[in-house]
C-alpha cells in the first residue's frame, strides 16, 4: 500500500517524465491551444488581509529646527515664483527696498541733488512699510469669538488618537498661606482654567 504523499509523488514523477517526452512541434501545438495573444491580462489587484485598512495617521510632530527649515524653503520658493513671475513679465517688478543707511547708493544722483527731500520721501515709505506689516498682522489676527471656537474645536475634537491630561487635585483647606510654593500653584492653576473656560 502507497500512502497519499507517494501517491503525489508518483503523479508530479509521471507529469515530469511526460513534459520531457515532448517535442517541439507538439509544445507549438499545446501553446496554440492555449490561446495565446499579445494582450496583457492586468489582474484586479486585492487588499491583502494582514494589512489594516485605512488607518488614521498621526500628525507628524516637527522640531523647532525642522519647523524653520520647512518654512525657510517655503519662502524661499515663493521668492524663487515671484522673481520667475517678474522675469516673465507677468509682474512689474518691486521698486527697490530704500532705508536711511543705503538711500545714497540705492538712489544715487536724485539722492545727491536734493538730500533733505529725498530723506522725507525715504521716512515715508519706511513709515508705510511698518503700518502695512502691522495691518496684515491686524487681518490675520483672530477675533476674540473665533479664538474661543478655536480653543473649543481643539478641547472637542476627535479623541480617537492619544491625549495627554494632566490632572491637579487641589484643595482650598490645604493651602497654607506661609507655603508660598503651593499658593503659586493653585493661584496659576486657578487662573488657566479661567483663562481657558472664560
Do not use: C
Amino acid at each position: 500500500d502507497k500512502t497519499e504523499g507517494q501517491v503525489k509523488e508518483d503523479k508530479i514523477d509521471d507529469e515530469e517524465e511526460e513534459l520531457r517526452t515532448i517535442s517541439e512541434s507538439e509544445w507549438k501545438r499545446l501553446v496554440k491551444e492555449e490561446k495565446i495573444n499579445h494582450y496583457v491580462e492586468h489582474p484586479i489587484p486585492i487588499k491583502p488581509p494582514n494589512q489594516p485598512t485605512n488607518t488614521p495617521s498621526l500628525p507628524l510632530m516637527l522640531t523647532k529646527e525642522e519647523r524653520k527649515k520647512l518654512r525657510k524653503r517655503r519662502r524661499m520658493e515663493m521668492h524663487r515664483e515671484r522673481q520667475q513671475r517678474v522675469l516673465l513679465g507677468l509682474d512689474p517688478p518691486p521698486p527697490p527696498k530704500v532705508r536711511l543707511a543705503n538711500f545714497m547708493q540705492v538712489l544715487g544722483k536724485e539722492a545727491v541733488a536734493d538730500p533733505t527731500q529725498i530723506e522725507k520721501e525715504v521716512r515715508k515709505q519706511v513709515e508705510q512699510r511698518i503700518e502695512n506689516h502691522e495691518r496684515r498682522n491686524q487681518e490675520r489676527k483672530l477675533t476674540p469669538e473665533q479664538k474661543k471656537q478655536k480653543k473649543l474645536k481643539k478641547m472637542f475634537e476627535d479623541a480617537s488618537r492619544q491625549i495627554n491630561v494632566a490632572l491637579f487635585r487641589s484643595l482650598k483647606n490645604e493651602i497654607d498661606a506661609t507655603d508660598f510654593i503651593h499658593f503659586a500653584s493653585h493661584f496659576f492653576l486657578l487662573e488657566s482654567l479661567n483663562a481657558m473656560f472664560a
